[in-house]
C-alpha cells in the first residue's frame, strides 16, 4: 500500500530559543507509516539567529527548507504560503515553539484521517513545566479549561482544535485561504472544515509541548492579541458559529472544582488574569486600543 505524503510548516518569528528542539522532535519521528516530503521554516521578520540555526539544521537534514525572504507577513500568511506549496496528502502546521511529545505522535495524529470523513486533527495540548508564578497561574486556567470543554461532542469541539499543532486533508487545505492577520487561525479553520461539510477528529491519544508566557505583560498581549482576533469571525462566517463556543456552566464548575482541589493557588491567579482581561473588555471596545495608549504612553514617558 502506497504510504500518505505530509508537508511540515512552521512559521518562525525570533524562535532561536526553541526552533532546533522543535526540529529534533520532528526528524526523530517515527516515519514507518507515512513519507515526509518537505519541512519547510519559513522565517518571518526575524531578527535573531532564527534563520542561522534552521540553515544549519537543513545541511543535516535535506528535507529541512528554510524560507527567508526578510518579509513579516504574520503566522495565517505564511500558512497559505505553506498550502500552495504544498501538494502531498497532509499539511500539519507546527508552531516555533511546539515541541511533539514522542515518536509516535504525528503517526497518531495522521490515523484520525482513518475517518475518510475526517479533513482536520489536532493532538492534547500540555504546557512544559513553567518557572514563574504568573506561568504557573496560565498554565492551571489553561488546564481548566480543558478540562472544562473535554467531553462537549467527545472533544470534537472549537476550543479543542488548537493550532500550535494541526493536520489537515488535501481535499481541505488546497480549497481554503486564511484572512490577513488572522490569529484565531485555529477557529477559522474549524469552522471552515465544518462548513464545507468535514470533520474535526480531537486525537487526545497523543500529545505534544508548548511553552505558556512566564510574565504577566506577555500573557496579557498574547490574550488581548488573539481575543480581538476572534471578534471579526461571526461576521466573517456567519452567526451560525456562536453556539458551537457554548461551555455549559456545569462542566465549567466541575471542572474549577476539580483543578482548585490540585492546585488552588496556581488556579487563582489564572482567574485573577481572566478578571483583568474582562475589565479590558468593559472598558475599551478593542484590545488593540489598549495597546495603543500604552504604546502612547512609554512614547511620551522615554520622550520627557
Known amino acids: 500500500m502506497k504510504k500518505p505524503t505530509v508537508t511540515i510548516g512552521i512559521p518562525a518569528h525570533n524562535a532561536e530559543l526553541t526552533i532546533e528542539q522543535v526540529l529534533k522532535a520532528i526528524i526523530s519521528q517515527d516515519m514507518t507509516s507515512y513519507y515526509l516530503k518537505k519541512i519547510y521554516v519559513a522565517c518571518d521578520g526575524c531578527v535573531d539567529k532564527t534563520e542561522e540555526i ?84 496560565v498554565a492551571a486556567y489553561d488546564f481548566f479549561w480543558a478540562r472544562a470543554t473535554e467531553n462537549i461532542d467527545f472533544g470534537n469541539n472549537v476550543h479543542n482544535h488548537i493550532s500550535r499543532v494541526s493536520a489537515i486533508h488535501r481535499k481541505l487545505y488546497k480549497k481554503i ?35 505558556v508566557a512566564e510574565q504577566f505583560m506577555d500573557h496579557i498581549k498574547q490574550q488581548t492579541r488573539w481575543m480581538d482576533s476572534t471578534i471579526p469571525l461571526p461576521s466573517q462566517l456567519g452567526k451560525w458559529i456562536e453556539p458551537f463556543y457554548i461551555v455549559p456552566r456545569s462542566a465549567k464548575i466541575r471542572a474549577l472544582v476539580y483543578v482548585y482541589y490540585y492546585m488552588p493557588a496556581e488556579i487563582s491567579i489564572g482567574i485573577l488574569m481572566q478578571l483583568a482581561f474582562k475589565i479590558l473588555k468593559t472598558r475599551y471596545k478593542s484590545y488593540s486600543i489598549f495597546w495603543t495608549r500604552i504604546r502612547l504612553r512609554n512614547t511620551i514617558k522615554n520622550k520627557y
Open 177 to 211: 485561504k486564511l484572512p490577513s492577520n488572522c490569529q484565531a487561525d485555529d477557529h477559522y479553520l474549524f469552522f471552515i472544515c465544518l462548513k464545507k461539510g468535514y470533520k474535526f477528529k480531537f486525537v487526545r491519544e497523543t500529545k505534544i509541548y508548548f511553552r
Open 54 to 137: 534552521v540553515e544549519t539544521f537543513s545541511k543535516e537534514h535535506s528535507v529541512v527548507q528554510l524560507i527567508a525572504d526578510n518579509r513579516r507577513v504574520g503566522k495565517s500568511g505564511r500558512i497559505n504560503e505553506f498550502y500552495d506549496l504544498s501538494n502531498t496528502d497532509f499539511f500539519v502546521g507546527i508552531d516555533d515553539d511546539s515541541v511533539l511529545a514522542d515518536p509516535k505522535t504525528l503517526e497518531v495524529i495522521l490515523k484520525a484521517f482513518n475517518d475518510k470523513n475526517v479533513a482536520l486533527a489536532a493532538p492534547l495540548n500540555i504546557p512544559f513545566k513553567p518557572k514563574t508564578l504568573v506561568g504557573r497561574g
